[in-house]
């Protein structure tokens, strides 16, 4: 299934793909061949370290997408590994397909983006929380749930916080659950995930405090915000939603999104008692990372709530195997088992199961209609990507044949990502991704090329308004873009 999922994301999303204005930012943080663009106080830098053997050598998107492609596969297999001798394979092998058939999943599979990783991280710790709570001995849970903490700290230090509060909940619910080194291992895979933001927040920005007012200023003003209908019209192929203003487009779109909740309930409340602890955890974990992307921001990208989706596949697996299936005739698992144990459900011997015809009928012909409209989302997602990638690289080399060459500098709208594409610095003068002010930028006119970016109508900063304007080529339907040039160049 894994493989399935690469192979995907290698046909359906690698084509003609190339990086956004956030993987720009991620990638050049190590890029050996482009200089770093402002990082921002909200991103974590854990991303740019997964995408660094590769971007050291090459800054070409191929090659990038077919390394985090390979990567995502990885990193879905580990993720559901943690969960065997939990969940029968059945159960993870569907609830992988669930996941790995999202149009969101198969976009950012490949791409340079954090959010992919905070689910790997977070399925994987709840999987190995479980199992650290059914064997105290277990050494392996214990690693395994501080490594996944630790890798969600790293790529989303917020989530790491949603993702241990639950599960510490949790544990303090069940008696037989509080033992210390369970709750030691949540506060060290916090701890070791977010060192380095927290590391940097003092270097950068004067301490934790500071970085986060910094970081609710770029995020629009953190607070009591209601972003559940930004996050349904995002579903319909739109990267971000910000401000989310747009039609609600593509409702069939959204259907599933609708359905997901009664599935995951049905699926924690049909799961046989010996498993159903592990499906509880699951959902109530997945609804918990869903809370700051639901009600403290207020926009919408789908890729926020990755991880809810995947950890809540799990229940919804569960659903639909039951509805499906029905028990055949009892095993000797059955006859002979354990106290307190389920029939048929001892881990590696389970229960002989019979599907249903009219049922299994129906459900497979949801899900086909579900990956369909899947499919065709994905679609728009990706011309959206082909669109604005093809807009970058057409400016970028209308830099180039002005004379704006590395090492050089780019300034104004969307120079973070057109940097990117013409090998330039880029230094904005407001915004959240602000570096410079009007004397440095001045300043840097008599070291190196600068070009101040302006579309349709607008206006460069006084300063420039005495420079050479010359007008960019970009694709029909593009953006008309138009850049000031020093008098010099």
Known sequence: MCTVFVAAQLILVLPGSGLGWDETVYTSQVSGHIPAATFSAPRARGISFLAAPVAQFTDSPVALRLWMAALSG???????????????????????????????TLFYGPQVMPNMWSTFGALAAVGCFVRATRDPRNRAALVGLAAGITVVGLMRPPDAGWLALPLAVVALAVPRWRRPA??????????????????????RYGGVTERLHSSSAVEGGMGLHLAIDDQ?????????????????????????????????????????????????????????????????????????????????????????????TRPDSRTEADQVRRPGEAPGERPGVPRKLRLRPVATALVAVGLCGHLAIQGGILHIATRNNHRTSQEYRAVADGLHAHGVRAPCTVSGVSAVPIAFYAGCSSRQLSGPDVSIDAAGLLAQTHQRPVAYLVTGGGRPPAFARDWRSVPLPTPHGARAFRAYLPPSR
């Open 74 to 104: 990885i990193g879905l297999y580990v993720a559901l590994r943690a969960w065997r001798g939990v969940l029968p394979e059945r159960v993870l092998a569907l609830a992988g397909a669930l996941f790995a058939g999202l149009w969101i």
């Open 182 to 203: 369970l709750f030691a291992v949540l506060v060290a895979g916090v701890v070791l995930g977010c060192a380095e933001w927290v590391i940097e927040a003092y270097v």
């Open 232 to 324: 349904i019209r995002s579903l319909s192929g739109r990267a971000l939603c910000r401000p989310c203003n747009v039609p609600w487009r593509h409702k069939d779109a959204s259907v599933w999104w609708f359905v997901l909740p009664f599935l995951a309930a049905g699926g924690a409340a049909v799961a046989p008692r010996v498993r159903r602890s592990a499906v509880w955890i699951a959902a109530l974990t997945g609804l918990a990372m869903a809370v700051p992307y639901l009600f403290t921001i207020s926009y919408a990208a789908p890729r926020f709530l990755l991880p809810t989706y995947a950890l809540l596949a799990l229940p919804v697996s569960e659903c639909l195997w039951w509805l499906i």
